[in-house]
């Protein structure tokens, strides 16, 4: 069955995300996805940050031709978007979504200066969050690439939940993955890759907050490294 949106049934779309919270708590990732693509068709989409394919990859060995929501906040290295045009290239059947803010960067600085350093999590909202919002708006669930081991904030990810914040069903198939797994399946299949990664960054995000990371530290201790803040408010 596939859920049409509308606003009375986002009680409905809740209690699914509930129940298959509970029901699908150990399922494998094909599985999920398998959930996913059924329940929803195409009213789902899968968000990608382009530090590598291994979401994109993984999603299309289900259903090939699926939406892929990109955040483009104007401020990505140019790597990131090489490698956004890559798997486009790579999966000619997915469509990429370039979700962007309403203000473009020269406009924002012009009004607000440079977010980035004063006021990350006004930046992160205006570039981030609330492009994301108005795009996934058009949806009834979105599939992310949020693994437990990533950060303390993400240990407690279930497979299935419902997202209050942008109304939606959220899909997390990779949450179980550790990092082995992780780099073995990229390894084995081949997967693209943002060069940035072999360079030392770890957790890729905006270029003027993001910094290699140490040997042995936390991934994401490159993301506003040196600041309080440790998420921009899309899995928060």
Same mark, same amino acid.
């Given at each position: @069955?596939?859920?049409?949106?509308?606003?009375?049934?986002?009680?409905?779309?809740?209690?699914?995300?509930?129940?298959?919270?509970?029901?699908?708590?150990?399922?494998?990732?094909?599985?999920?996805?398998?959930?996913?693509?059924?329940?929803?068709?195409?009213? $789902?989409?899968?968000?990608?940050? @382009?530090?590598?394919? #291994?979401?994109? =990859?993984?999603?299309?060995?289900?259903?090939? =031709?699926?939406?892929?929501?990109?955040?483009?906040?104007?401020? &990505?290295?140019?790597?990131?978007?090489?490698?956004?045009?890559?798997?486009?290239?790579?999966?000619?059947?997915?469509?990429?979504?370039?979700?962007?803010?309403?203000?473009?960067?020269?406009?924002?600085?012009?009004?607000?200066? $440079?977010?980035?350093?004063?006021?990350?999590?006004?930046?992160?909202?205006?570039?981030?969050?609330?492009? $994301?919002?108005?795009?996934?708006?058009?949806?009834?669930?979105?599939?992310?690439?949020?693994?437990?081991?990533?950060?303390?904030?993400?240990?407690?990810?279930?497979?299935?939940?419902? =997202?209050?914040?942008?109304?939606?069903?959220?899909?997390?198939?990779?949450?179980?993955?550790?990092?082995?797994?992780?780099?073995?399946?990229?390894?084995? &299949?081949?997967?693209?890759?943002?060069? $940035? #990664?072999?360079?030392?960054?770890?957790?890729?995000?905006?270029?003027?907050?993001?910094?290699?990371?140490?040997?042995?530290? =936390?991934?994401?201790?490159?993301?506003?490294?040196?600041?309080?803040?440790?998420?921009?408010?899309?899995?928060?």
């Amino acid at each position: @069955m596939t859920i049409t949106e509308t606003t009375s049934q986002k009680e409905e779309l809740k209690a699914l995300a509930e129940r298959a919270e509970a029901e699908l708590a150990n399922a494998s990732t094909d599985e999920v996805l398998r959930w996913a693509f059924e329940t929803f068709g195409d009213r $789902l989409i899968v968000a990608s940050n @382009m530090q590598d394919a #291994v979401l994109v =990859d993984v999603a299309t060995r289900v259903k090939p =031709d699926v939406d892929v929501l990109f955040l483009e906040t104007g401020y &990505h290295f140019a790597e990131t978007l090489g490698t956004r045009d890559a798997v486009a290239a790579q999966y000619p059947n997915v469509r990429i979504v370039n979700a962007e803010a309403e203000q473009s960067v020269a406009e924002q600085e012009a009004r607000f200066g $440079l977010l980035n350093r004063t006021d990350p999590d006004k930046c992160c909202f205006l570039r981030k969050v609330v492009p $994301l919002r108005n795009t996934l708006a058009r949806y009834d669930a979105w599939i992310t690439g949020v693994r437990r081991v990533e950060a303390p904030t993400r240990a407690n990810t279930p497979l299935v939940q419902w =997202d209050k914040g942008n109304g939606l069903v959220k899909i997390n198939p990779l949450a179980a993955w550790t990092d082995d797994e992780f780099r073995a399946y990229i390894d084995r &299949h081949g997967i693209l890759e943002n060069p $940035l #990664v072999a360079e030392g960054y770890l957790s890729i995000g905006c270029a003027p907050c993001t910094a290699k990371v140490a040997p042995g530290d =936390d991934p994401r201790s490159g993301r506003w490294a040196g600041q309080s803040k440790t998420e921009c408010g899309l899995h928060s």
